[in-house]
């Protein structure tokens, strides 16, 4: 099954590899003229992932390659914040039946084990895994976890994976290479998700 997807996104790439990184070109350039509406769209995209399934790790290396690395981690970062702050608050007014309805009941169950185990770290392990992540920020405001120290800790992986994800895209667009910002973007986060897997069953 792996092996399947990988060749969808793999074997596109090689056909109309030229293609793409030539279209990429050409949309940087005209992105380069409106930075402000870029931060808005991209910035606006990452503050509502705890609504939609909004692909933070693609939208974090679209800021590096349309922003340059400095604006384009910033814009993630605030983004991402503004995420971990409704999501907490939405956690903390509605309670555990809106978090149920959002996650599942076994995803924040499960979350709660890691959260046993860990303390306040295992927010910062969740961060970088696609919907653990979002079950984190809403399980800490059901549980009622101090908002100062959900805000340092949350930030501070926030910011890890701003600038990490915003530098893979200004490469990428140094090099006019899509293929690289796409597969940093999809491949990080699904190697957490199995990293993730494989701990549960061990």
């Given at each position: 099954?792996v092996?399947?997807v990988?060749?969808?996104v793999?074997?596109?790439f090689?056909?109309?590899?030229?293609?793409?990184?030539?279209?990429?070109?050409?949309?940087?350039?005209?992105?380069?003229?409106?930075p402000?509406?870029v931060?808005?769209?991209l910035?606006?995209?990452?503050?509502?992932?705890?609504?939609?399934?909004?692909?933070?790790?693609l939208?974090s290396?679209?800021?590096?390659?349309?922003l340059g690395l400095?604006?384009g981690?910033?814009?993630?970062?605030?983004?991402?914040?503004?995420?971990?702050?409704?999501?907490y608050?939405l956690?903390?007014?509605?309670g555990?039946?809106?978090?149920?309805k959002?996650c599942?009941?076994?995803?924040?169950?499960?979350?709660?084990?890691?959260?046993?185990?860990?303390?306040?770290?295992?927010?910062?392990?969740?961060?970088?895994?696609?919907?653990?992540?979002?079950?984190?920020?809403?399980?800490?405001?059901?549980?009622r976890?101090?908002?100062?120290?959900?805000?340092?800790?949350?930030?501070?992986?926030?910011l890890?994976?701003?600038?990490?994800?915003?530098?893979?895209?200004?490469?990428?667009a140094e090099?006019?290479s899509?293929?690289?910002?796409?597969?940093a973007?999809v491949?990080?986060?699904?190697?957490?998700m199995?990293?993730?897997?494989?701990?549960?069953?061990i």
């Open positions: 099954m092996a399947g990988l060749a969808l793999i074997v596109p090689m056909i109309w590899g030229d293609r793409v990184d030539g279209w990429t070109s050409v949309f940087l350039e005209s992105a380069h003229g409106k402000m509406l931060m808005g769209v910035g606006g995209l990452l503050a509502s992932d705890i609504l939609f399934p909004v692909p933070s790790s939208v290396t679209g800021c590096g390659m349309l400095t604006v981690a910033l814009t993630s970062l605030v983004g991402m914040i503004v995420s971990c702050v409704s999501g608050w956690g903390r007014i509605c555990r039946p809106m978090a149920v959002m599942g009941e076994k995803d924040l169950d499960r979350f709660e084990a890691v959260s046993e185990k860990f303390g306040l770290w295992a927010l910062v392990i969740a961060r970088p895994v696609p919907v653990l992540a979002e079950v984190s920020v809403l399980f800490a405001g059901v549980s976890i101090s908002f100062s120290r959900f805000m340092f800790v949350t930030s501070l992986s926030n890890g994976m701003s600038v990490v994800y915003a530098g893979i895209g200004a490469y990428a090099l006019n899509f293929l690289l910002a796409f597969f973007g491949c990080l986060p699904g190697l957490l199995l990293g993730v897997k494989r701990h549960k069953r």
